[in-house]
């Protein structure tokens, strides 16, 4: 699996790119212009342009890789908040961090474990959510109003 398809949802083309490199399910990202990400066997970031289908940069991340034979076993995987991708490579037991900006790794951290999946947040609080501030609203579900022991658990 070398190619990338890049889907136009406005009119339904698509692009077939070639990497020259496999790549997997964890491989994949947009960055923050909606730029495809992939991940490759070649140990590089490639970036794409979803419209074009050009390659518009590369920056080698780690050694090459290979796809391991069962889907449950650790491989690199990649995923973005803001500007920032967080990429891991299992092999060196590491944690990448890349400006995409700058295209650049910014930190690499040593991890005393095996990475195999990755989630990313950037704590913030979502949209529309309510924010707690330490007391809970009358009647709010799951509370007894009339018995209520303030000691018993944490706000």
Do not use: C
Request: zero cysteines.
């Amino acid at each position: 699996m070398t190619e990338v398809s890049l889907v136009d949802t406005a009119s339904g083309e698509i692009t077939i790119v070639d990497l020259d490199a496999a790549y997997n399910f964890r491989s994949l990202a947009r960055g923050p212009e909606g730029e495809a990400l992939v991940l490759a066997e070649d140990g590089q970031l490639h970036v794409i342009d979803p419209e074009t289908g050009e390659h518009t940069d590369q920056l080698e991340i780690m050694e090459e890789w290979t796809e391991p034979e069962e889907w449950q076993e650790p491989r690199p995987a990649i995923r973005v908040v803001d500007d920032i991708a967080y990429i891991t490579e299992p092999d060196a037991q590491t944690l990448h961090m890349v400006d995409l900006g700058s295209m650049e790794i910014i930190n690499s951290a040593e991890l005393d474990f095996t990475p195999n999946e990755i989630a990313a947040v950037d704590g913030r609080t979502a949209e529309g959510a309510q924010e707690h501030e330490g007391e809970h609203a009358e009647g709010e579900e799951g509370h007894d109003d009339e018995d209520h022991d303030h000691e018993d658990h944490d706000h």
